[in-house]
């Protein structure tokens, strides 16, 4: 410390930049939470509703086996929405999606995708503006 200085702004800036680190956190929990619910309801639009002549008796339909959570993120830290199709729909959900040598693909994560664009910038500066209140 210097003699003759004061310090006494820094105290001022340090709590205005930590009070901004604990809303941008809030808002991105919020965004995560609607950018989880606005992707499972793309892909539920857009999944088909029926894939070939019959399914499985205890097989659950598509539209009812999409699995919307909010995971880590291992290669760049922090965290982001996986939407995928759950457990009795295995491997199916990338075959429906990207079709084999027999059957062509619908692409409808791609569909969904650009479904949930615009509703997520909404989402987002939702989320940003509530907590920025002026």
Do not use: C
Not at 64 to 84: L, N, P, Q, S
């Amino acid at each position: 410390m210097i003699k003759g200085m004061r310090y006494s702004a820094s105290d001022k800036i340090e709590d205005f930049t930590g009070k901004t680190v604990l809303e941008v956190e809030a808002a991105k929990k919020r965004f995560l939470e609607d950018a989880k619910k606005q992707g499972k309801a793309a892909v539920q639009r857009h999944i088909p509703k029926s894939v070939g002549k019959r399914r499985h008796i205890n097989r659950k339909a598509m539209q009812k086996d999409i699995e919307a959570r909010i995971v880590k993120d291992k290669i760049f830290g922090g965290k982001r929405t996986r939407i995928r199709g759950g457990r009795q729909t295995g491997r199916l959900w990338h075959i429906l999606n990207d079709g084999t040598y027999r059957f062509r693909g619908t692409r409808f994560m791609d569909k969904a995708l650009a479904d949930m664009e615009s509703g997520l910038d909404a989402a987002l500066d939702a989320a940003l503006s509530e907590e920025f209140k002026p």
